[in-house]
């Protein structure tokens, strides 16, 4: 055991058990999801045409709400620390680790991502995102002695990873509260996912097929 | 009569199809949005910088919007003319703003919307679509769980909404966003402690109304 592991398990144990205290029982950074389908058909329906035979690709994350705090502010070393104090990548959520989940292969900046399940991480660098899709697995509930998978960001390390890209950063004209990932410019070849969270929207493409 | 015979089985239709389809996966999952406000950031015992994740806020008081989450699948959402807002209607007389159940406004302090007041408690969210003119409807219609064409309390999305029930209407500002979002999704913006906005946003349109947290 390292200092540092020790510290990330310490402060992971704190964000938990603070996550569960606060506001009687309801977590500060409520579970969420968003998702998107491809390659179905419309068939007619009774009620119109009803969509049928299509891919889910489901992204579930912790909601972080800004709550008034300058998120991305800062520079230089200390750029990120507000929304990543004390792990090696931003868990790009809150508490569980983002996990992306596709029934279909998908294609990021030229690498086959496979039909499964996968946790998702960012890099923040100051203008510089890069998005991490990774074969680490997630824990459901924190346990400090599972080295097998990640709670949250904390222990991540690169060697599981399968994706590395840089996002594109767009600013927003309206601050939005709660971090949400989106899917966005969808069509059935492909499309965005983005992540949102105050004015900042950062996204990568993504092609559906190997 | 017959308009309502011909709503409950479109009411009973969707039911089938939301339920049958995509091995039990409802077409349109549900989704949440939240807010928290009047509380305080507490440094905490024997740590240094604030936590993410709101560790260290305490005593917020939560504002919570619940819905379906229908998704675009490629489809042009609203029309325009004498068909503006049909496809998402759906036969109803107002916009559900989301998918299956009623969406939902739950709030644990008073808000001020277009000067009236809206007492702490949970209301039912719907919007008048008109082309170029979204009107906000909080209504104290309760929520159906499920759709249950016997159940004359309560609404299962926005079929047999009827305005009496109305707290307030509010006109809503539209703006049309530069990417286009595939899953419908509510969401707070511009929030502060004093009041903010709640938006709405689907393909390429953004509709929001402000609101003030207070009496």
Redesign the interface.
């Known amino acids: 055991m390292t200092r540092r592991v020790i510290a990330g398990a310490a402060a992971a144990a704190l964000a938990m058990s603070a996550a569960i205290a606060a506001q009687g029982g309801r977590p500060a950074s409520p579970a969420g999801s968003s998702a998107t389908q491809v390659g179905g058909k419309y068939v007619p329906g009774s009620e119109g045409p009803a969509y049928q035979g299509g891919k889910w690709i489901e992204i579930t994350y912790g909601r972080p709400i800004k709550r008034g705090r300058d998120l991305f502010g800062g520079s230089g070393a200390s750029y990120g620390k507000v929304v990543n104090p004390d792990a090696p990548v931003w868990r790009a959520g809150a508490n569980v680790s983002t996990q992306l989940k596709t029934e279909v292969p998908l294609t990021i900046n030229g690498k086959t991502v496979a039909p499964g399940t996968y946790t998702v991480f960012i890099d923040l660098k100051q203008s510089t995102w890069t998005l991490i899709v990774s074969r680490w697995p997630a824990q459901t509930d924190y346990d400090p002695s599972n080295k097998a998978a990640l709670w949250g960001a904390y222990e991540y390390t690169p060697d599981k990873d399968i994706v590395r890209t840089q996002m594109m950063l767009a600013t927003l004209p309206f601050s939005v509260d709660q971090l949400a990932w989106e899917f966005t410019d969808m069509t059935e070849t492909g499309g965005r996912l983005s992540i949102m969270w105050d004015k900042t929207m950062a996204s990568v493409p993504f092609k559906i097929g190997s | 009569m017959t308009r309502i015979l011909f709503a409950t089985c ?1 009411a009973v ?2 039911m089938t ?1 939301f339920v049958v ?2 091995e039990n ?1 409802p ?1 349109s ?1 549900n ?6 406000v009047m ?1 305080k ?1 507490v440094k ?1 015992e024997g ?1 240094g ?1 604030p ?8 005593g ?1 008081k ?1 504002i919570e919007i619940t819905y379906g ?1 229908p ?4 489809r042009d959402l609203w029309g325009s003319g004498a068909n503006y807002g049909k ?1 998402a209607l ?1 036969g109803t007389p107002i916009w559900r703003a989301g998918a299956n159940v009623s969406t939902r406004l739950k709030t644990e302090v008073p808000l001020v919307i277009n000067g009236k007041t809206l007492a702490p408690g949970e209301y039912s969210l719907f919007i008048d679509l008109k082309e170029n003119n979204w009107t906000f409807v909080v209504s104290n219609w309760a929520a159906a769980p499920r759709y249950d064409p016997n159940n004359k309390e309560a609404l299962w999305g926005s079929y047999f909404y009827t305005p009496d029930k109305d707290v307030l209407r509010a006109p809503m500002k539209l ?1 049309t966003l ?6 419908l ?1 509510w ?7 004093s009041g ?2 709640m ?1 709405i946003s689907w393909g390429t349109q953004m509709a ?1 109304v402000p609101f003030r947290i207070g009496t």
């Open positions: 479109a239709l969707a199809v389809g995509q996966r077409l999952p989704g949440t949005a939240a807010a928290q509380g950031y905490p740590r910088a936590a993410l994740g709101g560790a260290n806020y305490q917020g939560w989450r998704l675009k699948r490629g496809d759906v703006e530069p990417h286009s979002i595939e899953q999704t969401g707070f913006v511009d929030m502060s402690d903010g906005a938006a929001s």
